[in-house]
């Protein structure tokens, strides 16, 4: 009598590799990019040019305000405050 316990076995487990690959694939799609200029763009790259501009921006209006004085560790608050803009822009944008 054959034993073909260990093929059935391989077997198994190819089924569940593909259905667990079936299922942390179906997520992926393709990247978001857009069109400027003829040539595609990330669109976290945008995202986060935005976020250092308004970051800019920022640091000029704590600047006239006469706050940027009182930051303690700027860098680290721009740091953030360029991360949460980007977070922001994308979350508007692109929903």
Same mark, same amino acid.
């Given at each position: 009598?054959?034993?073909? /316990?260990?093929? !059935?076995?391989?077997?198994?487990?190819?089924?569940?590799?593909? +259905?667990?690959?079936?299922?942390?694939? @179906?997520?992926? /799609?393709? @990247?978001?990019?857009?069109?400027?200029?003829?040539? !595609?763009?990330?669109?976290?790259?945008?995202?986060?040019?935005?976020?250092?501009?308004? /970051? #800019? $921006?920022?640091?000029?209006?704590? +600047? #006239?305000?006469?706050?940027?004085? /009182?930051?303690?560790?700027?860098?680290? $608050?721009?740091?953030?405050?360029?991360?949460?803009?980007?977070? @922001? $822009?994308?979350?508007?944008?692109?929903?």
């Amino acid at each position: 009598m054959v034993d073909f /316990s260990g093929v !059935y076995r391989r077997r198994e487990i190819a089924r569940t590799g593909l +259905a667990g690959a079936a299922l942390t694939l @179906a997520g992926c /799609s393709d @990247a978001p990019s857009q069109n400027i200029l003829g040539s !595609y763009f990330p669109s976290w790259m945008i995202c986060a040019i935005a976020g250092l501009l308004l /970051s #800019v $921006v920022a640091h000029r209006l704590f +600047a #006239v305000a006469g706050l940027d004085k /009182s930051i303690p560790l700027p860098v680290l $608050v721009f740091l953030a405050l360029s991360a949460f803009f980007a977070f @922001a $822009v994308w979350l508007v944008w692109l929903g």
